[in-house]
């Protein structure tokens, strides 16, 4: 059964930052492109960042300079370090498996005063 579990969310000032971590099970994570993704409410879910089993990234525009994702094959996990935190980033923040799609459970992330 595959499983990806986020975890890190939570209430920061803007400004701040936070850093997310999905971890994997059930599948060959070391082989997976994985991405992070975000829904704010009443909006569709976004593309944040990917990364390859080689470790190329990729990010969207509202996330270069400010993010960065990374992996450690080791322990199955995939992170996304949010630096310089905006009110527009508030949204739960998903981590997916790319190719075959699996998806986790979200982590919410609210940034305010």
């Known amino acids: 059964q595959v499983q990806l579990v986020e975890s890190g969310g939570g209430l920061v000032q803007p400004g701040g930052s936070l850093r997310l971590s999905c971890t994997a099970s059930?599948?060959?994570?070391?082989?997976?492109?994985m991405g992070w993704y975000r829904q704010a409410p009443g909006k569709q879910r976004e593309l944040v960042a990917t990364?390859?089993?080689?470790?190329?990234?990729n990010y969207a525009e509202s996330a270069k300079g400010r993010f960065t994702i990374s992996r450690d094959n080791a322990v199955n996990t995939v992170y996304l370090q949010m630096n310089s935190l905006k009110p527009e980033d508030t949204a739960v923040y998903y981590c997916r498996t790319e190719g075959t799609i699996y998806w986790g459970q979200g982590t919410q992330v609210t940034v305010s005063s």
């Open positions: 059930g599948i060959s994570f070391k082989f997976y492109t």
């Open positions: 990364i390859t089993y080689t470790g190329s990234t």
